[in-house]
């Protein structure tokens, strides 16, 4: 079966990661799961596509909402990001026990992530 290239991850902004997991546990019934050796909060909804909250920044403003997608050849992603008039941001970088990513612009300048996640076991 080809891979389809689907949404994996969503990260939400937030100034303060409590306040976030609260109201959409309470909101919306996500599950949430706080990693402390991380320092990430993560959500999860039943049969959809799970997150996480990252913290507000300069450069991660509120309304910067980070999609994830997925890809079985990160290079060969990071090629045609290019090839079609994308621009790559951060180049290839590991996140421990989840997989090589890259982060790029597509051509009207919205951020998005591309994911190769490592094998399962």
Do not use: C
């Amino acid at each position: 079966m080809p891979h389809k290239h689907h949404i994996s991850h969503i990260e939400i902004p937030t100034a303060d990661n409590a306040v976030s997991a609260d109201f959409y546990k309470k909101v919306f019934d996500w599950n949430i799961v706080r990693d402390e050796e991380m320092n990430y909060t993560m959500f999860s909804a039943e049969g959809g596509t799970g997150g996480g909250f990252f913290e507000v920044s300069e450069t991660n403003p509120v309304g910067n909402i980070m999609l994830y997608i997925d890809t079985p050849d990160l290079k060969t992603s990071v090629e045609a990001v290019k090839a079609n008039g994308g621009t790559i941001v951060l180049e290839s970088y590991e996140i421990p026990t989840v997989g090589t990513m890259a982060t790029f612009k597509d051509p009207t300048g919205n951020l998005l992530a591309l994911i190769q996640m490592l094998p399962r076991e």
